[in-house]
């Protein structure tokens, strides 16, 4: 079973910024991939940024070249460096790890609880 923890949500004014950590426990499991995904009030939940076992980023638009992802493979824990914050950057923010059982190779999924993070002045 994969467990996530997500951590550095917080208050912050516009134009500065946050990190984010993520760190997976448990046993079992090689971790696929792990990211961060994001949740407005009254919106759908979206990608942020994904960085898989071999480096491989995805970036949503909307967050290119202001925020950055990267892991610490033998910690299992993603870090989300956000810069130049904006308002609309204003969301709960989702962990998640796609990874395989080292027993059987089932396909497992897991999600952090979320941390919020809101840009304001």
């Given at each position: 079973?994969?467990?996530?923890?997500?951590?550095?949500g917080?208050?912050?004014?516009?134009?500065?910024?946050l990190?984010?950590?993520?760190?997976?426990?448990?046993?079992?499991?090689?971790?696929?991939?792990?990211g961060?995904?994001?949740?407005?009030?009254?919106?759908?939940?979206?990608?942020?940024?994904?960085?898989?076992?071999?480096?491989?980023?995805?970036?949503?638009?909307?967050?290119?070249?202001?925020?950055?992802?990267?892991?610490?493979?033998?910690?299992?824990?993603?870090?989300?460096?956000?810069?130049?914050?904006?308002?609309?950057?204003?969301?709960?923010?989702?962990?998640?790890?796609?990874?395989?059982?080292?027993?059987?190779?089932?396909?497992?999924?897991?999600?952090?609880?979320?941390?919020?993070?809101?840009?304001?002045?």
């Amino acid at each position: 079973q994969v467990r996530l923890a997500e951590s550095g949500g917080g208050l912050v004014q516009p134009g500065g910024s946050l990190r984010l950590s993520c760190a997976a426990s448990g046993s079992g499991f090689n971790i696929n991939a792990m990211g961060w995904y994001r949740q407005a009030p009254g919106k759908q939940r979206e990608l942020v940024a994904v960085i898989t076992r071999g480096d491989v980023l995805t970036y949503a638009d909307s967050v290119k070249g202001r925020f950055t992802i990267s892991t610490d493979n033998a910690k299992n824990t993603v870090y989300l460096q956000m810069n130049s914050l904006k308002s609309e950057d204003t969301a709960f923010y989702y962990c998640n790890a796609d990874a395989t059982s080292t027993s059987w190779s089932r396909h497992l999924e897991a999600w952090g609880p979320g941390t919020l993070v809101t840009v304001s002045s």
